[in-house]
């Protein structure tokens, strides 16, 4: 079945630091991937999409890589700031391109002082 | 500043009882999402909707739930009867398959639902 793996454990890390959180799935080859934001009792903020054919994307301090060999997507925050603490998910279209995503858990990010 | 709203924010409800949870997508957008989110299961979809036909609801319990599109601007997720399983916070989104540049879901701000 499809899958998708995001850590389950809280990163945490200090101000200033970049921070890095993985998106893994399996069985599927997505067109793309999307990053999102969420805040608590917020809904998610769509942050960034890259495809397929696609190595790399950035946006201000956000970079986001896409292996499509190693069925991986890391997501980058570069000079972290507490502001940035928030649950990042990644959403894959496993629907073979009739554009309904498919959300990871998503992993929160505590951005220390 | 379009964006999509949800009433009502919260409910609490008796286990039996009839909820309905109102989404109104934002103007133009042509495809509206309503997802389920619990700790344990995370962000799940329940209904799909493009130009107002349903085209996905195989995540949602068919005896009872059900979601509507009455018109453009007005989505409806109904259970019937409520369960204190069904107690998570419900999602709407819009998008619009006119711009696949980012193909970006906006979401509101959720329903909390609490079934006692």
Not at chain 1, 52 to 81: C, G, M, P, Y
Not at chain 2, 47 to 73: C, H, I, Q, V
């Amino acid at each position: 079945s499809q899958k998708i793996e995001q850590n389950s454990e809280a990163l945490n890390i200090q101000e200033g630091k970049t921070a890095t959180l993985t998106c893994n799935y399996t069985n599927y080859s997505p067109a793309y991937l999307q990053w999102y934001r969420q805040d608590p009792g917020r809904g998610p903020v769509f942050l960034l999409l890259i495809r397929e054919n696609e190595k790399e994307k950035r946006k201000e301090r956000l970079k986001v890589t896409f292996d499509t060999t190693l069925k991986q997507s890391l997501f980058h925050i570069t000079a972290s700031q507490p502001a940035d603490s928030a649950t990042y998910l990644c959403a894959l279209d496993m629907s073979g391109g009739s554009y309904i995503p498919t959300f990871g858990r998503g992993t929160s990010l505590i951005v220390h002082p | 500043d379009a964006r999509v709203t949800q009433t009502p924010r919260d409910k609490v409800t008796e286990m039996g009882q009839e909820v309905t949870m109102r989404c109104q997508p934002i103007l133009g957008h042509n495809t509206v999402f309503w997802y389920r989110q619990t700790m344990m299961q995370g962000l799940e979809l329940l209904a799909y909707f493009r130009n107002r036909a349903p085209l996905d609801d195989s995540g949602m319990p068919k005896d009872r739930f059900s979601a509507e599109m009455p018109d453009a601007t007005l989505a409806t997720l109904k259970i019937q009867p409520s369960e204190p399983r069904d107690s998570a916070v419900y999602f709407c989104a819009s998008g619009s398959t006119l711009n696949r540049g980012q193909d970006e879901q906006f979401f509101g701000p959720g329903t909390r639902l609490t079934v006692l």
